[in-house]
């Protein structure tokens, strides 16, 4: 008998069909259609999506949707001064993005938690032993920003850059439906990993992509992805080391996706944290225990 945690046959058919998708060429098919700025063709994508999702411009720079110069700017619309708010507590830990809640809690050893009874490891998503074992016992939200969501991603705490590394992958959807069927789901998707160092050790903001989300920029090295590359890359940063600040613009998909992040053990996540809660960028997700900073004390 079907109980509500089976899929639908429609499901099954619609992950079915991402393993034989040409997923790469379709987002670059994406990426080109909407970059494009003639105007009746930026101005049907645009009004298509308004039609379909339930975006909220008053709280856009620009509250006009017609008035960007293409569809991916308008879908990457900064935000209007003053709707987010940072929460300023000491050691206290802020949403990244808008989005929704897919999964958090604690690292066990080197073990995430995806969905419905699949899990991955560190040394899967980052691709790094050495840095996995340093984010070991440690802690990890995962957070699904759904196509209406602002799409830009923010500090969570203040850190310096110490690496982005771009690695290949696949590039299925990361809905609720495929996380709950794709084993290892954002273990084999495109992504890239940005580590810093706090002052409460190391941090990782994952930015991973999805299905027609094959292009994902950084505040420091501008667009990043599509990249012909099968292979795990470093891409250095130019000039001084970059010190951001919490809440301070970090990155963006220029399409919806998901991001993860991870920190060293001595954070205490807030009790709303949990599958299915909305977050909005700034607020208090959780917060560090300054008497139990992480254990792992050398560099990324």
Not at 12 to 40: G, K, M, N
Not at 54 to 66: G, I, K, L, Q, R
Not at 120 to 136: E, F
């Amino acid at each position: 008998m079907a109980t509500a945690d089976t899929p639908t046959f429609g499901e099954r058919v619609f992950v079915a069909l991402q393993y034989l998708l040409p997923q790469h060429l379709l987002s670059r098919i994406v990426w080109h259609a909407t970059r494009c700025e003639t105007v009746w063709w930026k101005n049907a994508l645009i009004g298509y999506f308004l039609r379909h999702f339930a975006v909220n411009m008053t709280e856009a720079a620009e509250s006009d949707p017609f008035a960007y110069p293409s569809f991916n700017h308008f879908f990457t619309r900064a935000l209007r001064a003053g709707v987010r708010t940072v929460a300023q507590e000491p050691f206290c830990i802020v949403s990244p993005v808008d989005g929704t809640v897919s999964a958090a809690g604690a690292i066990e050893g080197d073990r995430l938690f995806q969905a419905k009874g699949h899990g991955y490891t560190l040394d899967q998503l980052l691709g790094d032993a050495t840095l996995a074992r340093r984010l070991q016992d440690g802690w990890y939200a995962t957070l699904y920003l759904a196509p209406h969501d602002y799409h830009r991603v923010h500090m969570p705490l203040a850190g310096t850059l110490a690496a982005t590394v771009h690695v290949p992958g696949r590039l299925f959807s990361v809905n609720t439906t495929t996380a709950a069927q794709v084993p290892r789901l954002f273990a084999r998707n495109e992504r890239v990993i940005c580590l810093f160092e706090t002052d409460s050790g190391p941090l990782a903001v994952i930015l991973v992509g999805a299905l027609f989300v094959g292009s994902m920029s950084t505040v420091w090295a501008g667009e990043m992805t599509p990249r012909r590359s099968t292979r795990l890359s470093e891409l250095a940063a130019q000039g001084a080391p970059i010190r951001l600040e919490r809440g301070a613009e970090m990155g963006r998909f220029n399409m919806g996706s998901t991001v993860i992040l991870l920190l060293g053990n001595g954070v205490q996540w807030m009790p709303a944290l949990v599958a299915g809660n909305p977050v909005r960028v700034g607020e208090k997700i959780g917060h560090l225990n300054p008497g139990h900073s992480a254990r792992r004390t050398g560099a990324i």
